[in-house]
């Protein structure tokens, strides 16, 4: 059964607090046996204690599958880029080095690549992945895309990153401040790594009375 | 808020219809989803009919890795029973071969006297690598057998007492007389050893595998 199509992922980097409960909580499920599929980075940690959690982004235009020499990375038909096929996969991590996100990870005890495939077990029925359910701050969101209108009126969702000249899609999308958006409707990674910061500065207006933690009515 | 004009789902727990909602969500929960036919893109954003081949031969998207072409079918089956065809083929022009190669040459045994009533003396035929008992089952009649065991070549023991070879490994028998399988795994009978009695002493003339 596939992921209902009207079901998205969100990303929020500048709501994580850094407090690590998506990596537990994906540590503790039995389908990846015990090791946590989402990473959680520091941005500059020599500067910040900003961090962000890190999830595949199931890319319409998957890389770690362009790269796989044994034809091991599939897709389902509802845009989830799954784990490597255990029949298949021969642990080169090719993929590990052409993902543009630093997805997935190879397990060189259990020779196979492991990486987020957006908890299939539970979205394909309709239930949030792991990490989204456990939150605290809904960094990490899971819902359709008016819930995510409603709850992050200042943010817009966006799916497409620029790295050099690769441009990739994805399903999972990347919540940026809307008036970031209307300037630029997509990630320059490579520009927000290079040292001089021209691109790189993103300005938040806070929200005047809100609340962040306010339910969405349904 | 809109709508876009589907369903929309109702995410307290507690709604009717959704008790019950800590395992999975019963599968009529949402409207039926059409599988998307061709999700990829490729990395050039270009279309498909302008992707090469391999693109096509090697897709990443799981419905058209698994798709088999009615063509491809075909394919295979012809060619999986055009294979096992000529595999009988090739066994049918064994069989023709082997009835047409020659018996191996005649090689004394033994001398009638040398083999008491219900003894057995062992010896090698056609060549030094294939053991043979012979036994003397009554004054008048002797039979010989290859002592390879036809299940996995263990050598068979002669037990005239009970009327049967023994094989200890697996605890087959074979009748004595006749060398065909009474108990245990072996499923053909043992290979026979052609006799021929000239003047007092044995000959062995011939090798009969049987199935």
Redesign the interface.
Known sequence: ??K???LHFFIDPNRCIGCQACVQACTECDTHRGESMIHLEFIDRAHSVQTVPVVCMHC????C??VCPA?A???????VV?SARKPRCIACGNCVIACPFGVPEVYEDRQIMMKCDMCYDRTS???KPMCATVCPSQALFF??R?EV??LRPMSTPVNRFQFGR??I?TRVFMMLPSDTVTQRPYVDVTAAMSEQPRERAITLTPVENADPFAEVE? | MTDHGRERLDVRIDSPGREGLAGTTPANMYRPLQEAEQVTIAPDWRPMEDQPAWRNDFPIDWPQDHYVERRDFMKFMVLTSAAFTMGQLWIGVQNWYRKRTAQPPVQRIASVDEVAVGGSIGFTYPNEFEPCLLVRLTTSEFVAFGQKCTHLSCAVIPRPTEGSFHCPCHEGRFDLRTGVPTAGPPRRPLTRIVLELRGQDIFAVGVEERT
Request: net charge negative; hydrophobic share 15%.
């Open positions: 059964m596939p209902p199509d009207y319409e235009q998957p890389t599958a362009e034809d990375i599939k897709r389902t038909g509802d845009g799954q029925v309709g239930k819902g359709t008016e209108e409603q690769q441009t899609s349904l």
